[in-house]
């Protein structure tokens, strides 16, 4: 009888290491994963209050205030940026004066646009360390970690109150966008999407009418 208990208790017990294995294999699923409009389920909301010790994450102080809609200058130009001018290698986005680039070294930006409204945080799925998201009045700035930095992974703009530095905002209709971008861009899942460098610009049209807009890095495809 101990024999045959031994042998019931050693299967319930590699029942048990199999079925946590199993857990652990699929902690990066579909909970991490972000909505088309941006937002993020099932992430850790951090107080933005008391402050944090990760480099880019926001700390004492009031929301910064956003002002009004940035005229779009810099893009692909030079416009000056915390982060120096922009590159050239790809669409970027630009407010008050600073250009945000994806891919880009994010701290330098963040620190130029102040305490964000909102804050949130979880575990990366493609590296080491917490992609974070910064929400701000108008525009939401995502990152991923990479060794000792956060760099820019997606930006995306939430109202009309901002625009690409090609002048398209939310509610633009798509005949203005097709005029704005004229070449390259490719239909696919909803969206008019514009590859340029490591990045893609993505506008989701619903109806005649763009309803986001997106700047995401190719590095988390």
Do not use: H, W
């Amino acid at each position: 009888m101990k024999k045959k208990e031994s042998k019931i208790s050693t299967v319930k017990k590699c029942a048990v290491l199999l079925a946590s294995a199993m857990l652990l294999a699929t902690g990066c699923g579909k909970g991490d994963e972000k909505t088309i409009d941006g937002s993020v389920q099932n992430m850790e909301q951090v107080d933005i209050t008391s402050g944090a010790d990760e480099a880019g994450a926001p700390g004492d102080g009031e929301a910064a205030d956003e002002g009004q809609q940035d005229s779009g200058q810099g893009g692909t130009g030079s416009a000056p940026a915390a982060n120096g001018a922009a590159s050239g290698e790809g669409y970027a986005f630009s407010y008050n004066g600073t250009v945000i680039e994806v891919d880009a070294d994010a701290a330098p930006i963040l620190a130029v646009l102040g305490d964000p409204v909102s804050y949130f945080e979880s575990q990366s799925c493609a590296f080491e360390g917490m992609d974070k998201m910064y929400t701000y009045n108008s525009f939401e700035l995502d990152t991923y970690p990479n060794e000792s930095k956060d760099y820019v992974s997606t930006v995306i703009l939430k109202d009309d109150s901002v625009a690409t530095a090609e002048g398209i905002c939310i509610g633009d209709s798509r005949e203005k966008l097709l005029q704005a971008y004229p070449d390259g861009g490719k239909e696919e899942d909803g969206m008019i999407v514009y590859e340029k460098g490591n990045m893609r610009l993505c506008f989701i049209i619903k109806g005649d009418e763009v309803v986001s807009i997106e700047y995401r890095s190719t590095v988390l495809n």
